[in-house]
């Protein structure tokens, strides 16, 4: 199976910061990649999908880049609605795996 | 609007078995592969299974193989998982989840997940 890391672990910010995600992949995986945002109780919602495509109805503010093995999800100005759980998740075949998430809050 | 509504969950012994079912509604449920994603308590999210839209081929975490079936009913736009020897583990929040896109563009990028819904395995 493709091992995916993410890191920080965690991460505290401010509403307005520019906060920085990166996940790794044990193999390359080309641009298959997604990222989720998870709210507490809550089901996870798709982000961004191949790497860097935006989902429809998400913020501007979210962005993905990377490709092969190094990915990063970046929000350019924290808002409170984006305190949560950031998941990677590669799709280049289909032993699915996810991150281990990164949690940001305040 | 895109809706996917768990149910079927409960406690069971070690050993039980239990069918989830997600029905689907909002989306032409037989065009689009359909998956489950469970999350243990605290934990995070893992891949169990999948299911393509015209059930022609499914697949298993290796957690799972062996114990878990997927099925689905396109004419009830329903979406099944049939647990079987439950172990201890296999306490999570399962989550039904839509794959993104249909036919060629079909990605298992989960655009819509429903609400989930706890098993809990424990004697």
């Known amino acids: 199976d493709i091992q995916m890391t993410q890191s920080p672990s965690s991460l505290s910010a401010s509403v307005g910061d520019r906060v920085t995600i990166t996940c790794r992949a044990s193999q390359n995986i080309h641009n298959w990649l997604a990222w989720y945002q998870q709210r507490p109780g809550k089901a996870p919602r798709l982000l961004i999908y191949e790497a860097s495509s935006l989902e429809s109805g998400v913020p501007s503010r979210f962005s993905g880049s990377g490709s092969g093995t190094e990915f990063t999800l970046t929000i350019s100005s924290l808002q409170p609605d984006d305190f949560a759980t950031y998941y990677c998740q590669q799709y280049n075949n289909y032993y699915l795996t996810f991150g281990p998430g990164t949690r940001v809050d305040i | ?123």
């Open chain 2, 1 to 123: 609007q895109v809706q996917l509504v768990e149910s079927g969950g409960g406690v069971v012994r070690p050993g039980g078995s239990l069918r989830l079912s997600c029905a689907a509604s909002g989306f032409t449920f037989s065009a689009y592969d359909m998956y489950w994603v469970r999350q243990a308590p605290g934990r995070g999210l893992e891949f169990v299974s999948f299911i393509l839209s015209d059930s022609g081929n499914k697949f298993y975490a290796a957690s799972v193989k062996g114990r878990f079936t997927v099925s689905r009913d396109n004419s009830r736009d329903t979406l099944y998982l049939q647990m079987n020897n439950l172990k201890t583990e296999d306490t999570a929040v399962f989550y039904c989840a839509r794959g993104r896109g249909v036919g060629r563009d079909a990605t298992p990028a989960f655009d819509h997940w429903g609400q989930g819904i706890l098993v809990t395995v424990s004697s």
